[in-house]
């Protein structure tokens, strides 16, 4: 039986699963639960829709991670897992590249969850459980922070008192893994241009946006938790701190409701009315649903032009992510409100979701380019694994 290696990408409502062999870097098995908590749904190579039994509203994450174990027990055809990779979101201030999980470390990582409370309960509940299935699989931990650790000092600092600081409340920054692959493929893409200024807007359910220079992350629009800076499918995105007080004193609401309002409520789905899926807006008649993408659309290109100080101008920008790789209209909206810094689209190109969509003239190239965390984390396990 070949050996294979395994990624697991346990997000706030979706489980992404990949077994890559030693050399492949293409997966051999590609697998997703979607929608847990609300319609579950399973797919996976070669597998019946109903494969892991009935999956219910609610199923729990840590459920699904068992069942999916179970399934790939079922099916050695796949190959004999050697070592897990997981996709864990916040990695502190200590962990700015991906480590062998001890006991030690899961404990460390235990302590970030309350900064990011969607999603790295669910990455460590994934790390247990693989543990409770086969002990001795090495399990190799990528954090979504690490990327941004190349930030200078100055662009991670809040205005707050130098004591908060220096106890880590800074900008962190998210996506990391995203971010990581576009800068290891952009030198394909870009030629020389791959190592000047450009902004990689990753957008997806969350959403966000990197400044680099050198393929090195300067500036991000996401901050201390993944709520700050681009409005998203369900998140606020920036939001001035007074709301979170008026919320809290002027009505009343508990911390827990605000939690809920901002993480879950808020974003395309809170203005909209209608859903947080872009397409689903996209195929809506509301007025509220078109406002919902008119508000992406500006607060985007907005987060975009507050980065560029750090890096001091504009080459490239770089489109990713299940909004940015399939949206015309949301690419068309943003680069709209970025015609003063001379950059023009194709519109054939991007109504085609080409890979190069600016137009002859335009002084800022803009690609299109798919982004694949799984494939980032599979190369670092080989690393350390190895
Ligand atoms: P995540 O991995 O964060 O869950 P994805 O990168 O898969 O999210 O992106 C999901 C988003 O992409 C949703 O808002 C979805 O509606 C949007 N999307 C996917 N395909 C299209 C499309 N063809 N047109 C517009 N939006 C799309």
């Known amino acids: 039986m070949t050996d294979v290696q395994l990624v697991m990408n346990a997000g706030s409502s979706s489980l992404k699963f990949a077994a890559y062999t030693a050399k492949g870097d293409k997966p051999v098995l590609k697998g997703k639960v979607a929608g847990i908590g609300r319609a579950p749904e399973f797919s996976a190579t070669g597998a019946q829709p109903d494969a892991l039994g009935e999956l219910t509203p609610d199923t729990p994450h840590d459920e699904v991670v068992q069942r999916v174990l179970g399934w790939l027990t079922a099916h050695p055809e796949f190959g004999d897992i050697k070592a897990v990779g997981h996709r864990v979101v916040h990695g502190g201030r200590d962990f700015s590249k991906p480590v062998l999980v001890t006991d030690d470390i899961l404990d460390q990582l235990t302590v970030l969850e309350p900064l990011a409370p969607s999603h790295q309960p669910h990455n460590l ?11 001795e699989l090495p399990q190799v931990a990528c954090f979504d922070t690490g990327f941004h650790a190349s930030q200078p ?22 996506h990391g893994l995203s971010y990581e692959y576009i ?24 959403a966000s946006m990197c400044a680099m220079e050198g393929r090195r992350s300067v500036a991000t629009t996401m901050g201390f938790s993944a709520l700050d800076g681009l409005v998203m499918g369900r998140r606020c995105g920036s939001l001035d701190p007074g709301v979170l007080l008026y919320l809290q004193q002027g009505l009343g609401m508990t911390i827990g409701q605000i939690e809920t309002l901002l993480y879950k409520e808020s974003g395309l789905l809170g203005v909209s009315g209608v859903s947080n899926a872009m397409q689903v807006l996209q195929d809506s008649t509301a007025p509220e649903a078109a406002e919902a993408i008119e508000l992406f659309c500006l607060r985007a290109a907005q987060e975009l032009a507050r980065m560029l100080p750090c890096i001091g101008g504009l080459d490239a920008l770089v489109f990713t992510a299940g909004i940015g790789e399939n949206s015309d209209r949301v690419r068309a909206g943003i680069c709209a409100h970025l015609e003063w810094l001379g950059l023009a689209l194709s519109f054939d190109a991007n109504a085609a979701s080409d890979t190069i969509i600016h137009a002859a003239d335009s002084k800022v190239q803009v690609w299109v380019l798919p982004t694949d965390e799984e494939a980032v984390i599979v190369g670092h396990m080989h690393d350390l694994v190895a």
Request: aromatic content about 8%; proline content about 4%.
């Open 183 to 206: 800068a290891r493929i952009l030198p394909r893409h870009l030629g020389q241009a791959a190592d000047g200024r450009v902004v990689v807007a990753h957008l997806g359910n969350g």
């Open 125 to 135: 509940a994934a790390i247990r459980a693989v543990r409770g299935w086969k002990a």
């Open 153 to 174: 000092k100055l662009n991670s600092m809040f205005g707050l008192p130098r004591s908060l600081t220096d106890q880590g409340v800074i900008r962190y920054g998210f």
